[in-house]
């Protein structure tokens, strides 16, 4: 059973016994102050194995004792910590913005440095400019921030539950809740959360359709986003729960048609628009022919057979729905 605790993965934060560090920082230098004084007294003032020792013990805590304790000063700013292991094992988590002094053989460990560090160097490789002093201030430090932080990944190419490909790209806003799981559950949670994001988003487009063309009141990407967000962000959340993560929102920042078939979907939404404007105006015809034969014949105007009224319909008809402007043609002779 112990061997099994042994290989347990880190759950559970830890307050490391802390205390304040101004306080111990000038009760290091006085005591080093004093081992300088406690040497020089010594030489001019002992003799024999006391004085040896005296010196010993001074230049010991000067040498060695003295710059190891300054190694256990550490410095938080706010939403900063420090994930502290003491020779492997977890020691806890400072936290709060202060100056602490903890256990000087304690070291801070993140093990996202190495994928910030390489960001940063190809940012600075890819500039023209390679004298900008600020790229590298952040390359070594190990601490974790607490902040709410954004993750905008690359578009996807994916493929909705009709098959059309679609380009998609989301924004992910997320903060570290838990630092012992984000830094020993899991190897680096940066990158699995950007993974995770990418396999969520996957799994969420599939089940919707880009667009619909008809009446229904189908669910898609384009007229349910709210819904999808939040699909989206329950799905990441449920997989980034193991890193310590907490994820307050998704978006979708970027959705439209590969271009292979953009140009397609457009003329059918442009042949749908079109569709849709005929049967409105057709429909709008009709009525009006209807009010005037109706107005006709309660006014007894003129009296018409059922030859003409086909004729009169079809003419309203033309001049109605067409899509140019209709050219009157004056008839002088009789009606007949």
């Known amino acids: 059973m112990s061997d099994l605790n042994k290989g347990k993965a880190v759950t559970e934060e830890i307050i490391p016994n802390a205390m304040n560090g101004m306080f111990m920082l000038i009760l290091n230098v006085a005591l080093m102050l004093g081992s300088v004084l406690l040497f020089i007294f010594s030489i001019s003032s002992f003799s024999g194995a006391f004085s040896i020792i005296m010196i010993v013990l001074?230049?010991?805590?000067?040498?060695?004792?003295?710059?190891?304790?300054?190694?256990?000063?550490?410095?938080?700013?706010?939403?900063?910590?420090?994930?502290?292991?003491?020779?492997g094992k977890y020691y806890g988590t400072l936290k709060g913005e202060g100056f602490y002094f903890v256990?000087?053989?304690?070291?801070?460990?993140?093990?996202?440095?190495?994928?910030?560090?390489?960001?940063?160097?190809s940012i600075?490789?890819?500039?023209?400019?390679?004298?900008?002093?600020?790229?590298?201030?952040?390359?070594?430090?190990?601490?974790?921030?607490?902040?709410?932080?954004?993750?905008?990944?690359?578009?996807?190419?994916?493929?909705?539950?009709?098959?059309?490909?679609?380009?998609?790209g989301i924004v992910v806003i997320w903060r570290v809740v838990n630092t012992a799981k984000a830094?020993?559950?899991v190897?680096?949670?940066?990158?699995?959360?950007?993974?995770?994001?990418?396999?969520?988003?996957?799994?969420?487009?599939?089940?919707?359709?880009y667009d619909t063309f008809g009446d229904d009141n189908e669910k898609t990407l384009r007229g349910s986003s709210l819904e999808v967000a939040k699909k989206l962000q329950e799905e990441i959340q449920e997989k980034v729960e193991i890193a310590g993560l907490e994820i307050i929102e998704a978006r979708i920042t970027h959705l439209a048609y590969a271009p292979e078939?953009?140009?397609?979907?457009?003329?059918?939404?442009?042949?749908?628009?079109?569709?849709?404007?005929?049967?409105?105006?057709?429909?709008?015809?009709?009525?009006?022919?209807?009010?005037?034969?109706a107005k006709l014949n309660e006014n007894n105007i003129v009296q018409l057979?059922?030859?003409?009224?086909?004729?009169?319909?079809?003419?309203?008809?033309?001049?109605?729905?067409g899509n140019k402007d209709a050219q009157p043609i004056v008839n002088s002779g009789s009606l007949y």
């Open 124 to 168: 600075e490789t890819g500039n023209k400019e390679k004298n900008n002093p600020e790229v590298n201030l952040n390359i070594k430090s190990k601490k974790i921030s607490l902040k709410t932080m954004t993750l905008n990944n690359d578009k996807q190419k994916i493929n909705d539950s009709l098959g059309n490909p679609i380009t998609i």
């Open 261 to 293: 078939i953009a140009a397609a979907m457009l003329q059918r939404q442009q042949a749908s628009a079109i569709i849709d404007a005929r049967q409105m105006i057709v429909e709008g015809a009709v009525g009006m022919v209807e009010m005037a034969l």
């Open 58 to 87: 001074s230049c010991l805590y000067f040498l060695i004792i003295g710059p190891i304790l300054f190694a256990g000063l550490k410095i938080l700013k706010p939403n900063e910590a420090l994930v502290l292991t003491l020779f």
């Open 187 to 209: 190897d680096n949670y940066t990158e699995y959360l950007s993974i995770q994001c990418d396999s969520a988003l996957r799994n969420i487009v599939r089940l919707y359709p």
């Open 305 to 321: 057979d059922e030859e003409r009224k086909a004729a009169m319909v079809s003419n309203l008809l033309v001049v109605l729905c």
């Open 103 to 121: 256990n000087p053989f304690s070291s801070a460990t993140n093990p996202s440095t190495n994928v910030a560090t390489t960001a940063l160097f």
């Open 183 to 185: 830094v020993f559950d």
